[in-house]
């Protein structure tokens, strides 16, 4: 009886010896080490019972509120292994994350200074993957739900209103590179996409084409010529045009979708011919396609 009850007493010894915590370390704000008379935080260290894991305490020196709690493999806490929580002062949770060897890895969520969710969803090796959502401040109401692959976007992707409403819904590639794909709609659920078939691409050989990377010199096109630059002068107006372009990002065809007058909108697509070849489009496997892009010329 006697071993036992002294078994049991060193046993129990060395559960609180190992839940013995280090020396307090002291942060400034810029989490530097220093000494307590310039801390901001402070931190104990704790190491786990029966483990090589250490839980690692984060405080705020004046309210000696809690700052962070979690688990790292090493005492120094330079290896994040588990769950972590972060916290405001007054008490509010902040951020909720768990990490493997560094790298955020499974759920994670981000809440407003009010307590409202503001954002959640999963990494996976550092990385966002599956559904995120991001909720309107200071309520429950969703207001984006992103779909990730490999930490970029990858599929549909959706913007709602308040009231639930869809306001916009995109689709992007597999790969995550290019968006090829997009809806828009009022509060009341109107459609106000731009185009008749609601889809900023063609479908060639059931892959969608993305609009050619070459439409960000459009601008710089159109300020040197000379042409463009003759027909602003005196005239206020918008010419709405569809350009098809072939796999070499070459045009085909421009059609003027809504002008201003035969002569106006004839200069239009004479200046539009006068642009260089555009980079192709590119599908959903890399491959060069023929692809329609909306081009809307102002002055």
Request: glycine letters at 8%; proline letters at 3%.
């Amino acid at each position: 009886m006697k071993f036992k009850t002294l078994l049991f007493l060193l046993l129990l010894c060395t559960f609180f010896t190992a839940q013995a915590a280090t020396d307090t370390v002291y942060f400034n704000k810029a989490w530097n080490p220093c000494d307590r008379d310039t801390a901001t935080y402070y931190r104990l260290v704790l190491q786990r019972p029966f483990s090589n894991d250490y839980e690692v305490r984060d405080y705020f020196l004046k309210s000696n509120q809690l700052q962070m709690v979690g688990n790292y493999k090493d005492s120094p806490a330079t290896i994040k292994h588990g769950a972590f929580a972060y916290y405001l002062e007054n008490g509010q949770k902040n951020e909720q994350a768990f990490f493997a060897d560094n790298k955020l890895h499974g759920w994670y969520r981000y809440y407003y200074d009010s307590g409202f969710l503001s954002y959640e969803g999963k990494y996976v090796s550092g990385k966002a993957e599956g559904i995120w959502k991001y909720y309107y401040r200071n309520s429950d109401s969703v207001r984006f739900i992103r779909n990730y692959r490999h930490g970029y976007f990858s599929g549909e992707q959706t913007e709602k209103y308040r009231n639930g409403n869809v306001k916009t819904f995109n689709v992007y590639s597999k790969r995550g590179a290019y968006w090829f794909r997009g809806n828009s709609f009022t509060e009341d659920g109107n459609d106000t996409s731009y185009l008749a078939d609601r889809s900023w691409v063609i479908f060639t050989n059931g892959h969608a084409a993305v609009v050619p990377r070459s439409s960000e010199n459009l601008g710089k096109f159109l300020r040197k010529n000379e042409l463009y630059r003759s027909l602003r002068k005196g005239r206020k107006g918008k010419v709405k045009t569809e350009i098809l372009f072939d796999e070499t990002g070459r045009i085909k065809e421009i059609k003027v979708l809504q002008g201003v007058s035969s002569e106006v909108d004839g200069q239009v697509v004479k200046i539009l011919k006068q642009m260089p070849p555009w980079a192709p489009a590119i599908d959903e496997d890399g491959r060069p396609v023929s692809d329609r892009h909306w081009v809307d010329i102002s002055f």
